[in-house]
Every structure is written in structure tokens, then in C-alpha cells.
T-cell receptor, first 116, second 113 residues
Framework: GAGVSQSPSNKVTEKGKDVELRCDPI?????LYWYRQSLGQGLEFLIY????????KSGLPSDRFSAERTGGSVSTLTIQRTQQEDSAVYLC??????????????FGEGSWLTVV | QKEVEQNSGPLSVPEGAIASLNCTYS??????FFWYRQYSGKSPELIMS????GDKEDGRFTAQLNKASQYVSLLIRDSQPSDSATYLC?????????????FGRGTSLIVHP
């Protein structure tokens, strides 16, 4: 596609429910990133994929968070047993690569999650 | 110490003035430096990237990088009210064989008519 596509754009869920957030990166981009931004806060790195593998999962805040990427394209971020502190916008970004060129990351519009 | 530091502001400048935004980073192995603009309720959009020491100009924007001082800045000339936004500095920081785009918390810029 022309840009990074995320769905849903907005999600309201009850505490304790599981949610899935989807990201479709720019066509041809091999690297994919998930960030979280709470209200008024900076971007918190969650996880990074190169192809289908996740070399860096260091940012996942707890074992309730998991992510996968299949076919080197679409990625899904899953949050199990959601808590109110999970309320945030979840931003997906992609880049052509990770070397010294073509490594600019481009963001999707985000998935706004509200846990009530 | 956070890996990427920015003054949160707000930075207030009059229309037509030069706005100067600053960012420091802690890891000397960092490569690739970016400035993004984020309007309230929107996702970050790229303004400029800079990879080597010196200045890089693009229209009203100039990015400056000084790796020895671990410092990157963004100058906005002839500031317009539409430039009012949060400006995010991003640095690719080495982590486990990769370089992870790491963001500062952003500087809020207000351009008043």
C-alpha cells in the first residue's frame, strides 16, 4: 500500500479482555516497529521485526503483550487481559531496512486503545 | 539518563522568527538522526533526516548534527502558526546488533501571530 495501515483506528474494550491490533507496512519494507504513546507522553519502543523474526523484544512491558509477523508483511500486536494502564495509542512504523540508508521509519495513523 | 533528551518546552516564538529545537543523545555508537513533527491527535510525520556531521537544509528547515558533542538540532526559519506542534527527535541507538529508532519526549513549539 501507499502508507502504513493500522486497524482498528479506535478500540474500546473492557478490562480483562484481549485485543488484537493489526499493522500492514509499506510494501517492500522489511523492518517493522511497534511503539506505544500514552497521553502526553513520548514514544515507548515495544518490539521490532526484521522480516518475520523479532531480534528485539526488549520493550514489551509484560508477558501480556505479544506480537507476530507472518509472510514478512502484516504484524499483529496482542494484549491479553487488558488493564486500564494499557490505554494508549499504539503506533506501527516501517522502514525499508536498517542500514545507513533507507532506514527512515514511517508511521501509520495509530490504533487508539481505551480500556474501561 | 534517558538515551535521547529534549527540552519539553513549550518554546514560544513570534511568527516570522527562527525556532531552535535541541536534542542530545547518550550513546556514541548512535547512527541516523531524524526530526519528526506531531500534531495533537496525529501520528509523527518525518521532517528531516541527517546522517553526517554538519548542516542539512530543506526549505525553511535546517538540521545540524555534531557527533562529538552528541547533539542534533533543528532550526525553523520564518516560523508560521501552522508550525505549532510537538517536535520529536529520533536516533537509531545500537541494541543487540540492531539500531533501534529511539525517541525523545518531544518539544512543544508554539508560534504566535
Amino acid at each position: 500500500g501507499a502508507g502504513v495501515s493500522q486497524s482498528p483506528s479506535n478500540k474500546v474494550t473492557e478490562k480483562g479482555k484481549d485485543v488484537e491490533l493489526r499493522c500492514d507496512p509499506i510494501s517492500g519494507h522489511t523492518a517493522l516497529y511497534w511503539y506505544r504513546q500514552s497521553l502526553g507522553q513520548g514514544l515507548e519502543f515495544l518490539i521490532y521485526f526484521q522480516g518475520n523474526s523479532a531480534p528485539d523484544k526488549s520493550g514489551l512491558p509484560s508477558d501480556r503483550f505479544s506480537a507476530e509477523r507472518t509472510g514478512g508483511s502484516v504484524s499483529t500486536l496482542t494484549i491479553q487481559r487488558t488493564q486500564q494502564e494499557d490505554s494508549a495509542v499504539y503506533l506501527c512504523a516501517s522502514s525499508l531496512g536498517t542500514g545507513t540508508s533507507g532506514n527512515t521509519i514511517y508511521f501509520g495513523e495509530g490504533s487508539w486503545l481505551t480500556v474501561v | 539518563q534517558k538515551e535521547v533528551e529534549q527540552n519539553s518546552g513549550p518554546l514560544s516564538v513570534p511568527e516570522g522568527a527562527i525556532a531552535s529545537l535541541n536534542c542530545t543523545y547518550s550513546d556514541r555508537g548512535s547512527q541516523s538522526f531524524f526530526w519528526y513533527r506531531q500534531y495533537s491527535g496525529k501520528s509523527p510525520e518525518l521532517i528531516m533526516s541527517i546522517y553526517s556531521n554538519g548542516d542539512k537544509e530543506d526549505g525553511r528547515f535546517t538540521a545540524q548534527l555534531n557527533k562529538a558533542s552528541q547533539y542534533v538540532s533543528l532550526l525553523i526559519r520564518d516560523s508560521q502558526p501552522s508550525d505549532s506542534a510537538t517536535y520529536l527527535c529520533a536516533v537509531r541507538v545500537p541494541s543487540g546488533g540492531s539500531y533501534i529508532p529511539t525517541f525523545g519526549r518531544g518539544t512543544s513549539l508554539i508560534v504566535h501571530p
